[in-house]
């Protein structure tokens, strides 16, 4: 794989939100490269912010939003996350870092390792694990 695309939720344009992904106020898009370096695409906002978590497809919905990431990228593991991880495409990641371009910096230094579960979840793969970055 060339790039792998990010989203990271964000309530204040600098820091990972300490909230569920799906609480947060937008949505940070990153493409990061084998090379370790990384690239800004934009950012979206949650519209979906306000439904209920109970509500089953907010999950549906913010995947609808967010298409064409290949990672989700959040500071918990929230029983969404577990459900993604166990039933879609998108690889759900956790990280300890809070300032997005240290989150992003270190996720391109491990492309490689990222780029495995990225790839397994492409062939059809499907498993529960959520890796702590």
């Given at each position: 794989?060339?790039?792998?695309?990010?989203?990271?939720?964000?309530d204040?344009e600098?820091?990972?939100?300490?909230?569920?992904?799906?609480?947060t106020q937008?949505f940070?898009?990153?493409?990061?490269?084998?090379?370790?370096?990384?690239?800004?695409?934009?950012?979206?906002?949650?519209?979906?912010?306000?439904?209920?978590?109970?509500?089953?497809?907010?999950?549906?919905?913010?995947?609808?939003?967010?298409?064409?990431?290949?990672?989700?990228?959040?500071?918990r593991?929230?029983?969404?996350?577990?459900?993604?991880?166990?039933?879609?495409?998108y690889?759900?990641?956790?990280?300890?870092?809070e300032?997005i371009?240290?989150?992003?910096?270190?996720?391109?230094?491990?492309?490689a390792?990222?780029?495995?579960?990225?790839?397994?979840?492409?062939?059809?793969?499907?498993?529960?694990?959520?890796?702590?970055?």
């Amino acid at each position: 794989m060339e790039k792998i695309r990010l989203c990271i939720g964000s309530d204040d344009e600098r820091t990972i939100a300490d909230s569920h992904m799906g609480d947060t106020q937008r949505f940070h898009l990153y493409d990061i490269f084998a090379d370790g370096k990384y690239l800004f695409v934009g950012t979206r906002e949650n519209s979906v912010k306000e439904m209920d978590h109970a509500q089953g497809d907010k999950m549906q919905r913010i995947i609808e939003l967010l298409k064409e990431v290949d990672v989700f990228v959040a500071r918990r593991k929230s029983p969404n996350f577990m459900k993604i991880a166990e039933k879609t495409r998108y690889q759900p990641v956790v990280v300890t870092q809070e300032e997005i371009g240290e989150i992003v910096a270190a996720l391109g230094n491990r492309f490689a390792e990222l780029d495995a579960f990225v790839t397994r979840r492409d062939n059809g793969e499907r498993s529960s694990d959520i890796p702590t970055f």
